[in-house]
């Protein structure tokens, strides 16, 4: 009787963008914003503020962006309607311009995880990141490492922000995964907890920790006896 091997089930990596891979800078932002249009200097967190970042209501206007509920054009009209900009065309494109340039500076030890997770072949590697279009497009105007991914899910795109169930659900139907064959890695603790939600397993990673993205996952990867990278 032949006995035939069967095919090991399909696993998958799951990476966020921001501060697992790249950094953001909201002063840098704050600061061509204020440049760009003559306001009052603002810091980062101003900035952030005025953008109601943390207002966790679903009338925040960056978190419907986030979600792809308003286009770009209609977020930042409101954004310069709350500085007493005015709303031209022409003001609207300078200030996509403006956050075009907030993930400027990527980790390169996590660089190089992602390129060695590829070049491995044993991992699926997906990208799951909270994101706007503009955010999106600077990244990949100055950043190669997309070209990695089997696939990126941009919040904008899908409909679903981390944390909500739905984010991880959604690229478990789409890639066809499994949950129990899937790791997640983000830096917010509330972002991995909708992972686990999901059955998703997690790992917790910010740039700056004493540890790489490679070395933490293949920490993950050997605690479920996974072959590493």
Known sequence: MTHIKPVSEKKAIILDNEWVLVKNDWNLVARLFSETFGTKPLTGKQFKQALKLYDQSQTNPLYQHNRGNISSDEFWLQVLNYHKI???NENIEFAKGVLEQL???VEETSIEAVKNIFESQNYELIMLSNSTPDIRCGNMKR???FQWFAQIYFSFETGYRKPEKGAYENI???????????????????????????????VKYKIGDKKTLQEVVNEKLCELSWEQI
Do not use: M, S, W
């Open 172 to 202: 478990l139907r789409a890639r066809d995964l499994k949950p129990q064959n899937c790791i997640f890695v983000d830096d917010k603790e509330e972002n991995l907890e909708g992972a686990k939600a999901a059955g998703i397993h997690v």
């Open 103 to 105: 993930t400027t500076n």
């Open 86 to 88: 005015p709303t031209t």
């Open 143 to 145: 950043h190669n490492y």
